[in-house]
């Protein structure tokens, strides 16, 4: 229930199959997230419609609301938000990051004061594992220790250190809780260490260690290192990763990121930027972010993207998603989050192509070259 076939590689790029419970997962793939069980402003038939083949969802996020046993009572996350493909669950572990002033880390875990009654919430490895196991996705992660990208050695050591250590605690438990049922549910681990090279090598060997696993997760990157730090992080990292094994960089999710990341081996994504930006009116588009509040935009009747093939796209005029923007009509939302959802699906599809025929490079080379030269104009 758990495999990955690598169809073929064009340097460190790589095009394979991901099979999961739920259905399988042609990479490199995007997969939007839906925090609290729904992918913001989209339905799982929007998603269906663009080729969505996996989605996220958050531990902490629906541990605090509704709460597991709501999402149990009412037959597991699947059925929860509609989703009959395969799901993958963050662990908490983000929200160690993104929470900092609404949580304190020990090596047992992590204690969160709720954002949304400031009750208490104690996360260990061991309840991370207990909660996506009653929530019920394809893919359960390990619980980490996220600091942020400009983070010193000295910190950066600290949170690889209790990350390994909370690893080993999680994959105990999971294989408790999954001894029943070991085609349920598949546990990936997080390489942590921040933007040093030796870091990184030694996350990698520690989690290899406590082994085998059907997918690895990248972490810790895209949390305020810049661009150039990232990129030379995934290329360090690249030829200590198994070539078999499917590579998941947490977090990533602009265009160029997401192909500079597949050019140095990686095959899944995720980020909030596609909708969070479409809720806010900024569209991704193949010369670069439109901003449709623009007022260059009040009687343009082209489409937002005219190589699109979405029903935003193939419908409506970019003087009318203006409208809608400057209307405060919710309509806006959905079309613009669908648009940008379905730009990153592409991008990954036509990625995926151009490794199997043997074009990834040129083809990525001159996109880029396009992107930024269109961005900057």
């Known amino acids: 229930m758990f495999s990955f076939h690598l169809e073929a590689t064009l340097g460190r790029a790589r095009a394979g199959t991901l099979t999961l419970p739920h259905g399988t997962v042609e990479t490199p793939a995007f997969m939007p997230v839906g925090t609290q069980g729904t992918v913001r402003a989209l339905s799982p038939f929007d998603l269906r419609a663009i080729g969505t083949r996996m989605v996220l969802a958050n531990t902490y996020h629906l541990h605090v609301r509704p709460g597991e046993d709501v999402v149990v009572a009412l037959g597991g996350l699947h059925r929860f938000m509609g989703w009959d493909g395969p799901i993958l669950t963050d662990s908490g572990g983000f929200q160690i990051f993104s929470l900092d002033g609404f949580r304190r880390v020990d090596d047992d875990g992590v204690e969160f004061q709720s954002h949304v009654d400031g009750g208490r919430r104690r996360l260990t490895p061991e309840r991370a594992m207990?909660?996506?196991?009653?929530?019920?996705?394809?893919?359960?992660?390990?619980?980490?220790?996220?600091v942020a990208g400009t983070t010193d050695a000295t910190g950066a050591t600290d949170a690889l250190e209790r990350t390994t250590r909370w690893l080993?605690?999680?994959?105990?438990?999971?294989?408790?809780?999954?001894?029943?049922?070991?085609?349920?549910?598949?546990?990936?681990?997080?390489?942590?260490?921040?933007?040093?090279?030796?870091?990184?090598?030694?996350?990698?060997?520690e989690v290899l260690a406590l082994g085998p696993w059907t997918g690895i997760a990248v972490g810790g990157l895209a949390v305020g290192e810049p661009r150039a730090a990232m990129y030379a992080t995934l290329e360090g990292l690249e030829p200590a990763l198994p070539a078999g094994t499917p590579r998941y960089l947490m977090g990533v999710g602009f265009p160029e990121d997401l192909l500079e990341a597949v050019a140095r081996g990686m095959?899944?994504?995720?980020?909030?930027?596609?909708?969070?930006?479409?809720?806010?009116?900024?569209?991704?588009?193949?010369?670069?972010?439109?901003?449709?509040?623009?007022?260059?935009?009040?009687?343009?009747?082209?489409?937002?993207?005219?190589?699109?093939?979405?029903?935003?796209?193939?419908?409506?005029?970019?003087?009318?998603?203006?409208?809608?923007?400057?209307a405060d009509e919710l309509l806006g939302l959905r079309l613009l989050s669908l648009h940008n959802v379905r730009f990153l699906i592409r991008l990954g599809e036509?990625?995926?192509?151009?490794?199997?025929?043997?074009?990834?490079?040129?083809?990525?080379?001159?996109?880029?070259?396009?992107?930024?030269?269109?961005?900057?104009?």
């Open 130 to 146: 207990e909660i996506q196991w009653a929530l019920g996705p394809d893919v359960a992660m390990a619980l980490d220790h996220v």
């Open 168 to 205: 080993a605690r999680a994959r105990r438990r999971h294989a408790e809780l999954s001894a029943t049922a070991p085609d349920r549910q598949t546990l990936w681990p997080i390489v942590q260490g921040g933007v040093y090279p030796d870091l990184r090598a030694r996350a990698v060997d």
């Open 267 to 326: 095959d899944l994504f995720d980020c909030v930027a596609p909708t969070r930006n479409g809720r806010n009116g900024q569209a991704f588009a193949p010369d670069g972010a439109v901003n449709l509040r623009n007022a260059a935009h009040r009687t343009d009747a082209a489409p937002l993207d005219a190589s699109c093939d979405c029903e935003t796209c193939r419908t409506y005029s970019r003087g009318y998603l203006r409208h809608l923007f400057v």
């Open 350 to 377: 036509e990625a995926r192509r151009r490794v199997l025929d043997g074009t990834f490079d040129a083809w990525r080379r001159e996109w880029l070259a396009h992107y930024h030269t269109r961005s900057a104009a």
